[in-house]
């Protein structure tokens, strides 16, 4: 990062702040996920992982004209602080679900924490550009990302080795879940001290009015957005990557436990290996995404990441002592070449709009993006359903899919004028 990034103290704290309270949402977002995804599979519920992220993703849809209007009416500050709160409320209950083994307990948890982050994501992103300059922005998300990447590997990787931790405890409560439990609500509490470091100005819409229609008034700032066609290309091109992503998360799970057999370790290390290369991808994207010919790197690595997904149907023909490290291999180029393709996108979205509309927006985009994110949770138990033991075989067929979307990304670009 250059100097006129984060070269300056103050600004460094301010940084170091926003990080901290990002990594310590995103580790308890994805080792509580990740920790529920392998009881349920384990268990041999794994259509509950579908309703799972369906569940979570909701708020997302329903509270993304009330979080974009937070976020430019009030400071970004104020926000992220209030939804750290939230959060801290969220993993308590998710805890007690978790420790109770009540599933509907652990669904409203995760509606909860659906809905912090839904409030959390446009304040803490809109703020981003107020803080630093316009042209840092893709290397400090490139950075951002690479931090949240690591929290994002520690919860998933440390969800199998500790719920394989063995033996009970008080009450006859499995020390897996108890530990689990115990983690959640330290990070809360450390993530809510790290939120009052968090840096923004003041209100930027100040008088903005509450958007009673909710979803209604979302599509209204959709709609205006087509007025700008790159834009658009941008938030929709996002919709497709977190689609895909989500999706992937969903089938590696049964594919590591079900298909492979592995441990829950093991899976939750091949679904590391995928969140370490789009923190890899995600610092590659401020290298080659540069200038306004930012979007050329869109289809070379939307067409890479779709070769690795097809590639990986094919590791089940491959000799025995070949299969892991393909799939290790295999599964972190999808993750690079899929965060080379995001991070330009989200930073885009968070630039180009005027600063008092940057949360309304990003809120919108968060509003299609996580209608994707639905999606994948319906279709990834369809793809269970049909290839239950064979996951590598529903790779082959998204990566397909995949490689044809990103050629009509190309085509559409190109019909534009932008290529």
Known sequence: MGKSALGSSSIGRRFTAMATAYFMGSFNDNFFKQSVLIIAVAIGSTHLQGWGVSVFTFPFLLLAAPAGWLSDRFSKRRVVIASKWMELAAMIAGAA????????????MLFIMGTQAAIFSPAINGSIPEVFPENQVIRVNGILRFVVTASILLGIALAG?????????????????????????????????????????????????????????????????????????????????????????????????????????????????QVMGLGVGGLLASRFARGDRWYRVLIPSGLLMSLFMILLSFVPLLPAFAVKPALFFFVACVGIFGGLFMIPLESFVQIRPSADRKGSVWASANFVVFSGILLSGPVSNLFNVHWRMNPTTSFGIIGGISAAVTLFIFFTLRRCKFL
């Open 161 to 273: 080795l500790v719920l394989d931790i063995k033996g009970k405890g008080p009450f006859g409560l499995d020390n897996g879940r108890i530990a689990v439990a115990c983690v959640i609500i330290i990070m809360s509490v450390l993530g809510l001290i790290a939120g009052y470091g968090v840096s923004s100005k003041s209100a930027s819409s100040p008088r903005a009015p509450f958007p009673w229609h909710g979803p209604v008034n979302t599509l209204k700032v959709l709609l205006e957005t087509r007025k700008d066609v790159l834009l658009t290309i941008a938030i929709y091109a996002d919709v497709f990557i977190w689609f895909m992503g989500s999706l992937e998360l969903l089938l590696i799970n049964p594919m590591g436990l079900t298909q492979f057999v592995y441990s829950k370790t093991t899976t939750s290390l091949l679904l590391v290996a």
């Open 97 to 108: 679900g978790l420790l109770s083994g009540h599933w509907i307990l652990i669904f409203v």
